[in-house]
């Protein structure tokens, strides 16, 4: 056989090359799988849904049921293990579904205690419409403005979060024999004389301070009298102790 040697221009292969491409491109194969195209209609921002065990479902549709428990009574209610429930706990924490929080109920009624409430990935996860929690509110305070709602409305009593008086909002609004009373939670001395102050401002016919504890009680009421107009405001404000509450004395019979 001859071979001939020529040297020839780019220009003159790809014209002796063009008419066999497309044959030749029938049989490449990709050494990477291209990537699915990207569905226009699914929003770019959906998250993916989360899988869930049946202990851990279980254990979400509980925390919904039944807010108020503890961890420890909840893994008694479950009937499970002190091991199996601080797995499927930290399963569900891990997983964005559930946070871990404290609330102090008193030395009567087993002090502080660990609670687990739903985020609103966690409602989703279950199929539940999420219970907003407001702005700048931290689990604990709204744990407190819930427990109070939920009391009074047991009561036929109206109870709303957040109500809204003259662009003042309290944490809790009651409407009780033609009156309007606004429910304080508070949990640090800083703001609660000015919400007193402003609730009254706004229209509220009385102002119930709910202190986290009898010294921080002692305190507010000490700043409350000192205080320039407390002789025209003393008789429509009272300072409680939110653990002394009604609230938490029947919750221990549930």
Known sequence: MIIYKKNVTDEEVQS??????????RHVVPRVKPEPEADPKRSTNEKPKVELTAEERDLLEDILEKPNLSVTARA???????YKMNATKARIIKKGLA?????NLGKNF?????LLALTTEGYTGIGRKPIK???????????????????????????????SR????????LTRDGREIAVEVELSTKNAVANIANDLKAGFDKVECCCKDNQ??????????????????????????????QLVKEMQKN
Do not use: C
Request: glycine content about 8%; hydrophobic content about 45%; overall charge negative.
């Open 216 to 245: 921080m009680a002692e305190e507010v009421r000490r700043r409350l009298q000192a205080y320039e107009d407390y002789a025209n405001i003393r008789g429509r404000v009272e300072v409680r102790v939110l653990t002394e509450l």
């Open 99 to 103: 946070e871990q929080f404290s609330i």
């Open 76 to 82: 008694a209610r479950l009937g499970l293990s002190a």
């Open 166 to 173: 003259n662009g003042i909002r309290v944490d809790v609004g």
């Open 110 to 114: 087993g002090g502080t205690v660990s």
């Open 16 to 25: 002796i090359m063009a008419p066999h491409l497309s044959e030749l491109m």
């Open 133 to 163: 929690r407001p702005e700048n509110v931290g689990l604990d305070h709204f744990w407190w403005q819930l427990a109070i709602r939920d009391y009074f409305a047991k009561k036929s009593i109206i109870a709303e979060i957040e109500k």
